[in-house]
């Protein structure tokens, strides 16, 4: 860990924290972050050489692994033409088009550039929309850093214990409601108290920056019911879930249909993309076809564009989702199976290639106070084992992991062979 460390600490002179989003930090396990030098089909090398089985494939987006080959050609290719135009390209056509075959809802489709614009971009668009300001979301869902969604955040906010963060204007969080998540009453409660001002529910399909929390049955259907009857906005932020847990995302999973989704990096093949879009009827109110403003020098970046198209279109192999699902699911059986030798309290989610490890005694964790109830202690110790052992899981104990189509059965053995040391020594 020399390289790393002493990275770490020139990091830190000019870097706040000595990096570039906090949950990298490592502040939730301790420790010293890993600096990473290449990356490469289910594995990813730090700075002294070490490599590990990856479960955070950049926070989700590599379905296909890291450093697709095709994907990489596609970027080489594109970058030969020039690398910014500032100006439409067919290839955006071609990525809208693409994203509606893929998640039909999405009538119609704007591109940005990371997660964080995307959800921004879309309660602007509801808010404008509606005429409505107030926003509700859930504890302990996160859906990047846009001052009006800072509001008990999970994700990195909330391991810095910051899910409410200063700098955010009271006169701005006072416009957002955070309700409880998989909890359909606390919803219709604040629908009953001011149902009028709200412009749009926005939700993590599956809540993946608490850790992994599915939906309950009828909690998706009972949002969409409830904004049905109000005329609010049901807005998906599918930056985690899309293209991952089914192919057409968690609505098609689920088969809710929201009103707007969003996407972020998946859609770019990792790739700094998002995307936002929905309802025709809605987002003709954009900017330029209407008057609620939104743009981007960098959106629809043709080497994004190239990354994004040739990932999508790789996603349409046969099998390739029940394969990686079923990867999945030996990976949390196999960490249950181990924990319960080891009279470990410990409970796994997972929701298609996504999946969460809650060392509790809890039997399904559904909720953020459960969530947030979990040992950390004893997660602390588990992820430093497994650290130790070759395998990087996502420094914190809110993150959800991924699978991707790269981690086969040697993989998932290898995990599990590297879990059993550790559970052995907890
Ligand atoms: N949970 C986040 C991804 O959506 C973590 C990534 C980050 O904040 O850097």
Request: net charge negative.
């Amino acid at each position: 860990m020399q390289k790393s460390e002493q990275l770490f600490e020139r990091a830190q002179k000019t870097i706040p924290g000595g990096v570039n989003s906090p949950v990298r930090a490592f502040k939730a396990v301790g420790g010293t972050p890993r600096f990473i030098t290449k990356a490469d089909g289910p594995y990813i090398v730090d700075a002294d050489g070490k490599q590990y089985i990856d479960y955070v494939q950049s926070w989700g987006p590599m379905v296909l692994g890291h450093n697709n080959e095709k994907i990489r050609n596609a970027v080489v290719a594109a970058a030969q033409n020039g690398l910014s135009f500032g100006a439409p390209t067919e290839a955006e056509i071609i990525m809208a088009e693409k994203v509606k075959e893929l998640v039909p809802s999405m009538e119609m489709v704007r591109m940005v550039n990371s997660g964080t614009e995307a959800t921004m971009s879309a309660i602007r668009l509801a808010r404008g929309y509606t005429g409505k300001n107030k926003l509700v979301k859930f504890e302990g869902c996160y859906h990047g850093h846009a001052d009006s969604l800072l509001v008990k955040a999970g994700s990195g906010a909330l391991t810095l214990g910051v899910p409410s963060s200063p700098g955010v204007p009271a006169d701005v969080a006072q416009h957002t409601l955070t309700v409880e998540f998989n909890n359909l009453d606390s919803v219709k409660a604040i629908f009953a108290e001011c149902g009028d001002d709200i412009a749009c529910i926005i939700v993590e399909p599956v809540a993946g920056n608490m850790n992994c929390i599915p939906p309950v049955d009828g909690f998706l259907e009972g949002l969409r019911a409830i904004c049905d009857e109000y005329g609010a906005v049901l807005i998906f932020d599918e930056v985690m879930t899309g293209f991952r847990v089914s192919r057409g995302g968690a609505q098609e999973r689920y088969g809710i249909t929201p009103d707007l989704t969003c996407l972020g990096k998946v859609i770019g093949g990792g790739m700094p993309v998002g995307a936002f879009g929905g309802k025709r009827d809605i987002l003709t109110h954009i900017a330029p076809t209407g008057p609620i403003y939104q743009a981007g020098t960098l959106s629809g970046n043709p080497i994004a564009m190239a990354a994004g198209l040739a990932a999508l279109d790789q996603l349409a192999e046969p099998g390739l989702y029940d394969s990686i699902f079923a990867s999945t699911q030996k990976l949390v059986e196999g960490f249950q199976t181990i924990a319960n030798e080891f009279s470990i309290p410990l409970t796994t989610n997972s929701a298609g290639s996504m999946f969460g490890i809650f060392f509790t005694d809890v039997e399904k964790v559904v909720n953020y106070q459960q969530a947030i109830n979990c040992n950390q202690a004893q997660f602390k110790q588990f992820y430093h084992g497994m650290l130790d052992e070759g395998v990087y899981l996502a420094p914190a104990s809110y993150e959800a992991g991924f699978v991707s189509k790269l981690h086969d059965d040697a993989i998932i053995t290898a995990t599990l062979d590297a879990a059993r040391k550790v559970f052995a020594n907890l």
